[in-house]
């Protein structure tokens, strides 16, 4: 399985960018998709996470700014993110739950991150 993230950058304050994030492989289903991220000399943290009935879930600091949705067809999740701040600066990682098998078990995998930088 491959996870390939992309949509990072540079961007301003009030900007915006859109990160995906594409699952590839013998893949039978994809449950949770998710985004997290890392600050410099913080814990990575939840940002946002969808299931595969859509219900979403999002951090505090970032609802109402930021959409996770979905294309169960591409097996790819994307993170729209509205509004940026300086404190949105992280490396960002997605998150997947993968089943190899039908009624199999679960598994996680981490993309590779990908870089935020929002700055004047």
């Known amino acids: 399985v491959q996870l390939q993230a992309s949509g990072g950058g540079l961007v301003r304050p009030g900007g915006s960018l859109r990160l995906s994030c594409a699952a590839s492989?013998?893949?039978?289903?994809?449950?949770?998709m998710a985004w997290y991220r890392q600050a410099p000399g913080k814990q990575r943290e939840l940002v946002a996470a969808?299931?595969?009935?859509?219900?979403?879930n999002y951090a505090a600091s970032v609802k109402g700014r930021f959409t996770i949705s979905r294309d169960n067809a591409k097996n790819t999740v994307y993170l729209q993110m509205n509004s940026l701040k300086p404190e949105d600066t992280a490396v960002y990682y997605c998150?997947?739950?993968?089943?190899?098998?039908?009624?199999?078990?679960?598994?996680?995998?981490w993309g590779q991150g990908t870089q935020v930088t929002v700055s004047s």
């Open positions: 969808i299931t595969g009935g859509g219900s979403t």
């Open positions: 492989g013998n893949i039978f289903s994809i449950s949770v």
């Open positions: 998150n997947v739950d993968i089943a190899f098998t039908e009624g199999g078990n679960d598994y996680r995998y």
